[in-house]
Each structure stands twice: as C-alpha cells, then as structure tokens.
C-alpha cells in the first residue's frame, strides 16, 4: 500500500499518547479530529475508566482506540469494510490492545444482533448515511445500553438529528467546521 492511501492519526493521550497509527484513506472516512477527539473525551474523562465502548463505523478507529488507550476496559470496533477492519486488527495488534476487537459487520446488523451492554458508544456513520434514528433505535430497543449510558453522536451541522429515544437527555453539544458533535445521556426507563 502506497502512503497515499493510507492516513495516519495520532492518540493524544492515556497510555498510547503520541502513538501514530495507520489507516486507510476511503471515500467518506474523516476521522475525528485531535481538538474534537480533546473535547470529546474530557467530557467522557469520569465515565471512561473501566467502561464499556462501542464504535459503530469505526473508520480509522480514533474514538475507539483513543477510548482504549484513557482506560476502556473492553472497545468493540465495528467497520463493514473488510479492509478497513484488517487495519483496525493490525493497529489493535501494534498497540497490544488486548481490551479492543474489530468486527466486521455494518452497524444495523450489529446492532439487531448485540448482545452485550455498553457504557460509552460513538456513533459517526458518513454523513451521506440517514442511519442515526435506526441506529439509536436498535441501541435502546436491543437493550445494549448501561443505566446511564453515554452516546457520542456526530453528524453535519447542516442535519438535525431527530427520532432519538424520549429517555436520551444532551448534555453537551459543539460544532467544529462541518461536524457537529453530541453528548447524550440515557437515563434509566422505570
């Protein structure tokens, strides 16, 4: 692979800081940047250590492994691209990163058939995909969510994200050129 068609991104900070990782150079893919990467995770810095993670399309993987390196216990990585998911492994394998796994499997097949309970959740699909509501939906309705779990969703500032479950407060919300970056918290349904 040529270096054109690979990017690079850096972890900014835990036990990884500064590590330069690989990934590939696909139509669609922005990984986050460092300064919303930063915000992001000061905002998630309490709920981090210990937790849970899902990054549903996954890319580059600068959430989830960003998440790995500040103290996650278990990150789940999920890319239909099989490509894209081998980096992913690869990049896991160079970092050691036992606590992390890719899978590869488009999010709404993820998610329908998810089993388990996450903590934090990253969802950034391309922003040409109208899959945020269906995404949301299957997390709340599949049960793959902790009491007081926190959702990361980014989207184009140009789309308002709608159909979200009524039991999802925003905390937070940002925007940063064309991104608009959410925290959500889900309370418990009694």
Not at 11 to 26: E, T
Not at 116 to 124: H, K, T
Not at 152 to 175: A, F
Request: with cysteine.
């Amino acid at each position: 692979m040529s270096k054109s068609e690979r990017g690079q991104l850096r972890i900014i900070a835990g036990s990884w800081r500064g590590r330069k990782l690989g990934f590939l150079d696909r139509e669609g893919l922005r990984p986050t940047t460092d300064r919303v990467r930063e915000t992001v995770f000061n905002w998630l810095q309490v709920d981090l250590p210990g937790s849970r993670c899902l990054d549903l399309f996954a890319g580059s993987g600068a959430l989830g492994l960003e998440a790995a390196s500040r103290g996650a216990s278990k990150v789940v990585l999920v890319d239909k691209d099989i490509e894209t998911v081998d980096m992913l492994k690869k990049n896991i394998d160079l970092l050691s990163a036992r606590q992390s796994a890719a899978v590869c499997s488009d999010a709404i097949s993820f998610l329908q058939s998810c089993d388990f309970m996450f903590d934090v959740v990253f969802l950034d699909p391309p922003y040409r995909l109208d899959v945020i509501a269906q995404c949301c939906e299957l997390l709340e309705n599949k049960q793959c969510l902790s009491d007081h779990a926190k959702i990361v969703i980014e989207c184009d500032t140009s789309k308002e994200i709608k159909g979200l479950p009524d039991n999802w407060q925003c905390q937070k919300r940002k925007t940063a050129g064309q991104a608009a970056y959410h925290l959500f918290t889900r309370e418990m349904v009694l």
